[in-house]
């Protein structure tokens, strides 16, 4: 149990489908991350929310619209996406400048497979 | 460009022995280094971290070691069981920039029994 949770972990969509994936976190942290992880590539970075302000916007296509309405919750809405878009999201939080740990702790992701 | 690299995609090791995971980076600039496992279909859960100032951290079974001259880090487990089996990623960051996590591309670990 890492304290982040992420709803649904699978999630099959239609091009002309719109969806949203969830996160979670019960940790107290104050920033929050969408990563996509595609087979054979590094984790992407997508965004990056810190006291619910997007700090972060790595170039990600606007058919993935992030939202943050506190520091617990954090929302990817999907729209129009493409079969290349096909991947695990994964949520992470961290609580950044306490000490010098800069660790992220990470939802078990939600598997998108676009069709 | 790649800036942090795990050069084996993947590693076998019999349980009882030493499993050493690599990273090397290519940034003089990160300053904190993380490991990561992951299993299939979870999340990377955090392992162990190290930062510039120090060369060595130990937490039971794991170590990691910065080689700072060389831009090199590694992860032993000792000893390595079954239930090490998973997915070993490194990842580097660096002051400002919202902290950045950079990620390589993981080795998968079979520890054999």
């Known amino acids: 149990e890492t304290g982040v949770t992420q709803t649904p972990r699978h999630l099959v969509m239609g091009m002309t489908n719109k969806k949203s994936l969830k996160c979670e976190q019960h940790?107290?942290?104050?920033?929050m991350y969408w990563y996509k992880q595609s087979a054979k590539k590094p984790l992407e970075l997508m965004f990056v929310?810190?006291?619910?302000?997007?700090?972060e916007n790595n170039s990600v296509p606007s058919r993935f619209s992030p939202e943050c309405p506190n520091s617990s919750h954090l929302f990817l809405h999907l729209h129009t996406l493409q079969p290349e878009d096909s991947a695990l999201y994964l949520c992470?939080?961290?609580?950044?400048?306490?000490?010098?740990?800069?660790?992220?702790?990470f939802g078990p992701g939600t598997r998108l497979t676009v069709t | 460009d790649q800036q942090v690299k795990q050069n084996s995609p993947s590693l076998s090791v019999q349980e009882g022995r030493i499993s050493i995971l690599n990273c090397d980076y290519t940034?003089?600039?990160?300053?904190?280094f993380l490991w990561y496992k992951k299993y299939p279909a979870e999340g990377p859960t955090f392992l162990i971290s190290?930062?510039?100032i120090k060369d060595k951290n130990e937490d039971g079974r794991f170590t990691v070691f910065l080689n700072k001259s060389a831009k090199h880090l590694s992860l032993h487990i000792v000893p390595s069981q079954p239930g090490d089996s998973a997915v070993y990623f490194c990842?580097?960051?660096?002051?400002?920039?919202?902290?950045?996590?950079?990620w390589g591309l993981g080795t998968s670990l079979a520890v054999n029994p």
């Open positions: 992470a939080s961290s609580q950044p400048g306490t000490g010098g740990n800069y660790e992220q702790y």
């Open positions: 940790l107290g942290h104050n920033a």
């Open positions: 929310y810190n006291f619910k302000e997007q700090t």
């Open positions: 940034n003089s600039m990160f300053d904190y």
């Open positions: 190290i930062s510039s």
């Open positions: 990842a580097a960051s660096k002051a400002g920039n919202n902290r950045k996590l950079i």
